[in-house]
């Protein structure tokens, strides 16, 4: 299978680069992205079982993998929620697919955000990043005419990386547009 053009990016320059920055002379323990996963909250869609069939839809085009829902594990009386409940949908990206999904993120979806001037420089202190998004729309997998309703999505890159500098340097490297450090 031929390799994806952000992983051949970090195969040639990014693995060097991160092994020089930080003089890491284990090559075992040079960071890099493990896995990427996409999840989705659907709690007005959790009443209508076409909503929800629609979001784990637009999920599985976006990623390009089957989406999986999820499920509340117990019943909440004050939120009207019974145990065993639809209350999200996610999916897991490794390999090949993690690659492809971040190179059509940080290169045609993130640049689509209106008023957008780079992610948050705050990764969450033991090596991954997450960000929110308020609706699925920069994506050009999704069309329009079709689209019922918009849905916010978070998007966690976990990494290997140690600490939050590894990390954030690895996706700057990588390609993901965060802002500039102060």
Not at 40 to 68: F, P, R, Y
Request: proline residues 3%; positive net charge; aromatic residues 6%.
């Amino acid at each position: 299978m031929k390799k994806s053009p952000l992983q051949e990016k970090y195969e040639t320059s990014v693995r060097s680069a991160l092994q020089k920055r930080f003089d890491i002379k284990n090559v075992m323990k040079i960071p890099r992205l493990s896995k990427i996963v996409i999840s989705m909250g659907l709690a007005e869609a959790s009443k209508d079982k076409q909503l929800i069939e629609h979001c784990v839809e637009a999920l599985t085009l976006l990623s390009g993998q089957k989406a999986m829902t999820t499920r509340s594990k117990k019943a909440i009386s004050n939120f009207k929620l019974r145990e065993g409940q639809v209350i999200g949908a996610k999916v897991t990206l490794r390999g090949h697919r993690m690659y492809d999904f971040m190179y059509r993120f940080t290169n045609i979806c993130a640049p689509r955000i209106p008023d957008f001037r780079g992610m948050k420089r705050k990764a969450d202190g033991r090596g991954s990043y997450s960000l929110g998004l308020k609706d699925q729309l920069i994506f050009p997998e999704i069309d329009l005419d079709k689209l019922k309703f918009t849905q916010g999505m978070n998007i966690t890159f976990a990494t290997t990386a140690m600490t939050d500098e590894e990390c954030l340097e690895l996706l700057t490297l990588m390609g993901l547009p965060l802002k500039h450090k102060k």
